[in-house]
C-alpha cells in the first residue's frame, strides 16, 4: 500500500501518492446517486472518457480530514485556508456537530498514527456515503478480523481496512470518524455542499469545456501510453494543487482535484490534474536519482513532492509554453510565493529537485507522447 504524499505531520514528512484500492473497487458504482452536481450531457455517457463529475461522500470523507489535520506542505494537502472557510460557513450556519466535539480527540490520533492519513482514499472505493458507513461499521463490530465477515467481498474489504487501521486505537478513530461526520453530514455539510455545487454550475461547465474540448485530445495518448486511459475525473471543494488518484486494474480509476471558484479559473484544475497525471512517471525518476540515506530520512519524499509539481509544469509546457507558464503560476501561488513577471525562475528555485530527476521525467514525458 502506498502512501499519500506531502503531508508533514508532526515533524515527519509523509509520502501520500495515489492508491490502488482494488479490493475496494468491487463495492464502487460509477453511476453513483449522490452526485447532486448538475451533469453535462456527454459526462452521463459511459462513452466519454474520464468524464468530469463530482461526489459529496468524497467531498465529505476529505471535509473531515480537512478539519482535524495540521498541514505545512509547501503544497497544502487541502485548499489553502480551507477549515477556516468552513467555520465561518459553519459559525453563520449555526452549526454545532459531533466532528467539533470529537475534533482534539480525532487529531490527537492522527499526530500519534500519522499514516491514517491514509484513509483519505477510502471514499474513492465507495458508490455512495451509506455503503462506506456500512463497511466500517461491520469492520469495527468485528474487531478488525476479517474471519467474521459475511462474505468473501466482505472480507477482501476487512483485509484492507484492517492495514489502515491495524489497531483498536486506530479503529476506535474509524467509528468516531465517521459517526461524527454522520453527524456533520445531517446538520451541516450536505445543505451546505448543495448549496455550492447549485452556486458553481456555471464552473463545472467551464471545467467540461476546457477539459474535453482542448485539453483532453492532446492529453489522451499520453494517458494511454502511461495506463490513465479512462476514468473519471472529480472536482472537490475540498482540494487544490494537491489531487488524489486512486487506480484500479480494470480502468475504474478516479482522480479528485480541486474545484475552482469561479468559470474564469477552469483551468486551475486542469494543472491540478496534471500534477496527478505525472506520478506514473515521476515515482521510478524519484526511486533512480535518490540515495538509500535519503529515502531513509524522508528527504527523498520532500524531493518526490517537488518533482510532481515539476513533473506536472513539463507536462504543460509540452502543449504549450504558455502552459506552462500558466501551471508554474497557479503552484506558486498555491505554496503561498511572492513572484513578478515570469514565473519560472521562482518557480524552479521553490521546487528544486537534481537535474538528472528532472531530465528523466522530461524524457519520459516525451516518450510517452511519442507513444513509444
Known amino acids: 500500500m502506498e502512501i499519500l504524499r506531502g503531508v508533514r ?54 471535509h473531515g480530514f480537512a478539519m482535524i489535520s495540521a498541514d505545512t506542505s509547501p503544497v497544502p494537502l487541502f485548499r489553502r485556508g480551507y477549515r477556516e472557510t468552513l467555520i465561518i460557513a459553519r459559525t453563520k450556519a449555526s ?67 484492517a492495514r489502515i487501521f491495524p489497531a483498536k486505537a486506530d479503529r476506535d478513530f474509524a467509528r468516531t470518524f465517521t459517526n461524527a461526520l454522520q453527524n456533520e453530514r445531517d446538520v451541516f455539510f450536505h445543505r451546505w455542499w448543495v448549496d455550492e455545487m447549485r452556486r458553481r454550475d456555471r464552473t463545472l461547465a467551464a471545467v467540461d469545456a476546457v477539459w474535453h474540448g482542448e485539453l483532453q485530445p492532446k492529453l489522451q495518448g499520453f494517458m494511454n501510453h502511461s495506463d490513465q486511459g479512462n476514468g473519471e475525473l472529480l472536482l472537490s471543494l475540498a482540494l487544490e494543487g494537491e ?75 509540452h502543449l504549450s509554453p504558455e502552459l506552462g507558464a500558466s501551471y508554474a503560476r497557479f503552484y506558486l501561488n498555491t505554496a503561498g510565493v511572492e513572484f513578478s513577471g515570469d514565473p519560472m525562475p521562482a518557480f524552479s528555485r521553490t521546487f528544486q529537485i537534481p537535474a538528472p530527476m528532472l531530465n528523466s521525467i522530461a524524457r519520459q514525458i516525451s516518450i510517452s507522447f511519442g507513444g513509444i
Not at 462506506?132 to 474487531?143: G, H, Y
Open 95 to 161: 452549526a454545532v456537530t459531533d466532528l467539533d466535539v470529537n475534533r482534539d480527540a480525532l487529531a490527537k490520533r492522527l499526530r500519534e498514527n500519522p499514516a491514517l492519513i491514509n484513509a483519505q482514499f477510502l471514499a474513492f472505493s465507495f458508490a455512495t456515503w451509506e455503503e462506506l458507513v456500512a463497511t466500517i461499521d461491520a469492520f469495527v463490530k468485528a474487531d478488525g478480523d476479517a474471519k467474521k465477515a459475511k462474505s468473501r467481498e466482505s472480507a477482501a474489504a476487512m483485509q484492507v481496512l
Open 243 to 317: 489531487g488524489r488518484a486512486a487506480f484500479d486494474a480494470h480502468e475504474k480509476n478516479q482522480i479528485a482535484v480541486g474545484f475552482p471558484d469561479s468559470p474564469d479559473h477552469a483551468m486551475d484544475a486542469m494543472f491540478a490534474l496534471a500534477h496527478e497525471l505525472v506520478g506514473q512517471l515521476v515515482a521510478p525518476a524519484v526511486d533512480d536519482n535518490t540515495t538509500p540515506a535519503e529515502k531513509r530520512s524522508g528527504v527523498a519524499t520532500t524531493i518526490g513532492s517537488y518533482a510532481l509539481v515539476r513533473g506536472g509544469e513539463l507536462l504543460m509546457a
Open 9 to 62: 505531520t508532526a515533524g515527519r514528512v509523509l509520502n501520500v501518492r495515489r492508491l490502488p484500492f482494488a479490493a475496494l473497487f468491487a463495492f464502487a458504482v460509477f453511476a453513483a446517486p449522490d452526485v447532486l452536481a448538475a451533469q453535462l450531457p456527454g459526462a452521463a455517457m459511459q462513452s466519454v472518457k474520464w468524464p468530469v463529475r463530482t461526489r459529496e461522500h468524497v467531498d465529505l470523507w476529505l
